[in-house]
């Protein structure tokens, strides 16, 4: 079964088709370092994780980048209000590591592999070297020190602005004036920044630039320039949430198809939905967001903002709540009992075989089919259930799964089963009353046990046993 993705260029579910045989690159909008990420921004890199760990899965190999937005308005807002008013290049570069290494940190905690990271202040010199191109391929201009990208023109050359969006998205839309800010709202299409201009309030954070005034580089341009540095003018997947479809992976994609003259710039978009709070986006600036970190002080484990982000399909909003993060780390603490728990049963070998493969298929067949996580989990609970797998092959199919899934599940220490002289006896006065058919005595005993913490299930003539 070949991995299938919905592409949001061609808003169809697409079988994968790398461009280079087994090699796939692939590119993260990472994180504005100035602040926590929150739950909501580490939804998209688990979203991307998966991404990675299933293509892997699958045979590939991985070149995965992500960038850190360490320029934008608010960082630099951030190191002058936090840091110090005079702030320059290099009071950035210490007030955006803190944040860094948090972010790091939190990735390591929720399992998520470690991309190649490229701050977009190392990457200034490549930045200035595509806006140069673009200037001087006539699709950009310089309207009172700043350098703006000019979309009436690239349109009527590429004719495929805001594709990304829709294929209808420039139907009766006007070209409005240049947006001189980072972000600018749906309606708006005028032309976006490539380099601003230096500006007193930005303290002495700039850079010089040989070809244009001293300033700093507008949002979209580092992406571009980060993604044609690290994985060539075209590569295979780019990710971010749904809200960067428009305009930051729009004019991404603008500028670097411009600056290459290669269409298309990547060949496959995925975009993961949003976590809610109250059925509203998580942000920064409503200020509904939750981090890693008061979810640690609540004493939950990280992974289970994993299993619970593993339990929505990445294509469907999730509204995040404490009880469904709870049940999610109910959910994980028994895949780890599971894992932690050491029995033996006499099964029928050429059946396990059969049962066992069957659960794989199933399980990539969910996997691959557009990453339906809910699906997978599904099954991931039905083969654990299943009678005809022996606990030593059910975990070692659970492990590999959650090369997948990113679970932790290696990492759970297995406990010998001690079961205490008391509970031996108890056991063995039930094995005694179900020979004589005593059930209602076995079944007495079994809820005796129970109390005392061991779980006893009887499997055909078999008798397991299990910590509670
Ligand atoms: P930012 O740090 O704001 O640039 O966002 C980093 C990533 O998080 C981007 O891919 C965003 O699309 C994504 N993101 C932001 N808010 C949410 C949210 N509530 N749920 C899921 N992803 C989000
Ligand atoms: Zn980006």
Redesign the pocket.
């Known amino acids: 079964m070949p991995l299938k993705l919905y592409n949001t260029l061609t808003k169809k579910k697409e079988k994968f088709i790398p461009i280079n045989k087994n090699k796939v690159g692939m590119y ?6 100035y ?1 926590h ?9 688990l ?1 991307a994780d998966l991404l990675q760990k299933t293509l892997k899965y699958n045979g590939y190999k991985i070149n995965w980048v992500m960038n850190f ?1 360490d320029i934008d308005d608010k960082t630099i807002k951030g190191v002058t209000e936090n840091y110090t008013k005079a702030a320059d290049n290099n009071d950035l570069k210490k007030y955006t590591q803190k944040y860094i290494n948090i972010f790091k940190s939190d990735l390591a905690k929720l399992n998520i592999e470690k991309p190649d990271f490229v701050r977009a202040t190392d990457k200034i010199e490549e930045i200035k070297k595509m806006i140069k191109k673009i200037v001087d391929l006539g699709f950009g201009y310089e309207k009172d020190g700043s350098i703006y990208f000019d979309i009436k023109k690239y349109q009527e050359k590429y004719r495929d602005y805001g594709k990304l969006v829709g294929e209808n998205f420039m139907k009766g839309m006007k070209f409005g004036a240049t947006v001189n800010a980072d972000e600018y709202e749906k309606e708006n299409i005028g032309d976006f920044a490539l380099w601003r201009e230096w500006k007193e309030n930005d303290s002495n954070i700039f850079w010089e630039n040989e070809n244009f005034p001293k300033g700093k580089p507008g949002w979209h341009i580092e992406c571009s320039a980060i993604g044609a540095d690290k994985l060539g003018d075209q590569f295979d997947i780019h ?6 479809i428009f305009p930051h992976h729009s004019n991404e994609i603008a500028q670097s198809q411009t600056a290459s003259g290669k269409v298309p710039f990547v060949k496959y978009w995925f ?7 109250n059925e509203e ?4 600036s409503k200020g509904n ?1 939750f981090t890693l970190k008061d979810i640690e002080e609540k004493n939950f484990n990280p992974l289970a903002l994993r299993y619970l982000c593993l339990g929505a399909h990445y294509h469907s ?2 509204n995040f709540t404490w009880q469904s993060l709870e049940a999610s780390q109910n959910a994980l603490e028994r895949l780890c009992e599971f894992m932690k728990s050491d029995e033996s049963r006499i099964t029928n070998h050429e059946l396990e075989i059969e049962v066992e493969s069957k659960y794989e298929s199933l399980f990539l067949e969910a996997i691959n089919n557009d990453l339906d996580t809910p699906r997978a989990l599904a099954i991931v609970w039905e083969m654990i259930k299943s009678k005809e797998m022996s606990y030593q092959n059910k975990k070692a199919l659970l492990l590999k799964f959650d090369r997948i899934l990113g679970l932790g599940l290696s990492q759970v220490k297995k406990e010998k089963l001690i079961i205490p002289d008391e509970i031996q006896i108890l056991i063995k006065e039930r094995e005694e009353a179900r020979e004589n058919k005593n059930w209602k005595r076995a079944d007495e005993l079994r809820e005796v046990i129970k109390k005392k913490g061991f779980l006893v299930e009887d499997v055909e003539s078999e008798t397991d046993i299990r910590k509670l």
Do not use: Q, W
């Open positions: 993260s909008c990472g994180p504005t370092v602040n990420a929150h739950i909501g921004n580490l939804r998209s890199y979203a937005t990710s971010g949430g749904v809200d960067l975009h993961s939905e949003h976590l809610l709070v986006k998580m942000a920064k967001f909003t999730l």
